[in-house]
């Protein structure tokens, strides 16, 4: 199976920090790589797909980028309702797998 | 707008068989692949498996072969059963559509919390 890393596990940031997480594959996974948000007791929501593509609906804040095993998802300018969980998922081959979970916590 | 909404029992003894329904409202069941993904208390998630509308499925072998999704074309409902399960089975299960080309997850059940336990 391909391990998912995330780093960090999780991070304190105050509202208006710009917000990176990465995300590394145990090899490579070309561009096949999701990003989703979690908020307590929901369930996650897709943000990114295919390592860079914003999903319809989810604000411009948000980027991301990166191939081969190396990811990162970006927020520019954090806000309130972006406190959550993030996990990577990458889709090259299956068994599809997450990494751990990233928590952005308020500062 | 798709919805999906998870059904079946929150609870189910050890050694028993889990099964939960997946209604698919506001879209067509045809087309797309359609997955059930699993996240313990606490933890992390987990890839359970995927049917096409066709019927072809891909499941985790981590599972064990105790996995197995169908799919109502006429109800516009998948459904997943776990045989066999054991505590560690206990966890909230989602169902989600997956996309063809990304593989995404874009649009998810609420999800539903199964407890193993006597």
């Known amino acids: 199976d391909i391990q998912m890393t995330q780093s960090p596990s999780s991070l304190s940031a105050s509202v208006g920090d710009r917000v990176t997480i990465t995300c590394r594959a145990s090899?490579?996974?070309?561009?096949?790589l999701n990003w989703y948000q979690q908020k307590p007791g929901k369930a996650p929501k897709l943000l990114i797909y295919?390592?860079?593509n914003l999903q319809s609906g989810v604000p411009s804040r948000f980027s991301g980028s990166g191939s081969g095993p190396d990811f990162t998802l970006t927020i520019s300018s954090l806000q309130p309702e972006d406190f959550a969980t993030y996990h990577c998922q990458q889709s090259y081959t299956t068994p599809w797998t997450f990494g751990q979970g990233t928590k952005v916590e308020i500062k | 707008q798709v919805q999906l909404q998870e059904s079946g029992p929150g609870l189910v003894k050890p050694s028993g068989t889990l099964s939960l329904t997946c209604t698919v409202s506001?879209?067509?069941?045809?087309?797309?692949?359609w997955s059930w993904i699993r996240q313990p208390p606490g933890k992390g998630l987990e890839w359970i498996g995927h049917?096409?509308?066709?019927?072809?499925?891909n499941y985790n072998p981590s599972l064990k072969g105790r996995v197995t999704i169908s799919v109502d074309t006429s109800n516009n409902q998948f459904s997943l059963k776990l045989t066999s399960v054991f505590a560690a089975d206990t966890a909230v299960y989602y169902c989600?559509?997956?996309?063809?080309?990304?593989?995404?997850?874009?649009?998810w059940g609420q999800g539903t919390l199964v407890t193993v336990s006597s």
């Open positions: 295919a390592a860079s």
């Open positions: 090899q490579s996974i070309s561009s096949y």
């Open positions: 506001g879209g067509s069941i045809s087309s797309f692949y």
């Open positions: 989600a559509r997956t996309s063809y080309g990304s593989a995404s997850n874009d649009y």
């Open positions: 049917i096409y509308y066709s019927g072809s499925t």
